[in-house]
T-cell receptor, first 116, second 113 residues
Framework: AQTVTQSQPEMSVQEAETVTLSCTYD???????LFWYKQPPSRQMILVIR??????QNATENRFSVNFQKAAKSFSLKISDSQLGDAAMYFC?????????????FGKGTHLIIQP | NAGVTQTPKFQVLKTGQSMTLQCAQD?????MYWYRQDPGMGLRLIYY???????DKGEVPNGYNVSRLNKREFSLRLESAAPSQTSVYFC????????????FGDGTRLSIL
């Protein structure tokens, strides 16, 4: 079974600074997808960024980027120019590749605090 | 564009009562999912459905049943609620195209006394 580990229960960063959230995963598959979801206090699950394992290029979405290290099974999220609205729980998630309907395997999350 | 709609948003039950959580999506997705989220935990998969009329167990299916009666709707039933089922429940759906992310509903907070 796949597992996803987020080793930082809580992180704090000053507004406008850069922060990196860690995620490691364990799988025997070579084809898979990785995601970062944001969960603000409103409880919504909001997709931040996704990465296909077959792509070597790291995904980027505006201020959000990932450092995907396939051999190390590491998938960290970097948030640049942190804003107060970035405060939330962040979940790393894994999904096996292929055409099936498999669900996501989530880490336990990192609570990100933005200091004004 | 409603996306994934869950009802109710909040519910309090007594131990032993039954309850059905409703989920509907208007994005014409085949795949649908039910997760639960407990404090300090990420979401865990309860059941999923690849298409109308099919369902499969996820990581934590015990104590739950599901129904996928049509493409839009995927319901989760607790036949005899237990305090251990106190949680926030999320429904999600996913486009058929490989690698696409899941779209989540806003969740149902369920408390069982």
């Amino acid at each position: 079974a796949q597992t996803v580990t987020q080793s930082q229960p809580e992180m704090s960063v000053q507004e406008a600074e850069t922060v990196t959230l860690s995620c490691t995963y364990d799988t025997s598959e070579s084809d898979y997808y990785l995601f970062w979801y944001k969960q603000p206090p409103s409880r919504q699950m909001i997709l931040v960024i996704r990465q296909e394992a077959y792509k070597q290029q790291n995904a980027t979405e505006n201020r959000f980027s990932v450092n995907f290290q396939k051999a190390a099974k590491s998938f960290s999220l970097k948030i640049s120019d942190s804003q107060l609205g970035d405060a939330a729980m962040y979940f790393c998630a894994y999904r096996r590749g292929g055409g099936g309907a498999d669900g996501l395997t989530f880490g336990k999350g990192t609570h990100l605090i933005i200091q004004p | 564009n409603a996306g994934v709609t869950q009802t109710p948003k909040f519910q309090v039950l007594k131990t032993g009562q039954s309850m059905t959580l409703q989920c509907a999506q208007d994005m014409n997705h085949n795949s649908m999912y039910w997760y639960r989220q407990d404090p300090g935990m990420g979401l865990r998969l309860i059941y999923y459905s690849a298409s109308e009329g099919t369902t499969d167990k996820g990581e934590v299916p015990n104590g739950y049943n599901v129904s996928r009666l049509n493409k839009r709707e995927f319901s989760l039933r607790l036949e005899s609620a237990a305090p251990s089922q106190t949680s926030v429940y999320f429904c999600a759906s996913r486009p058929d195209r490989i690698g696409q992310p899941q779209h989540f509903g806003d969740g149902t907070r369920l408390s069982i006394l």
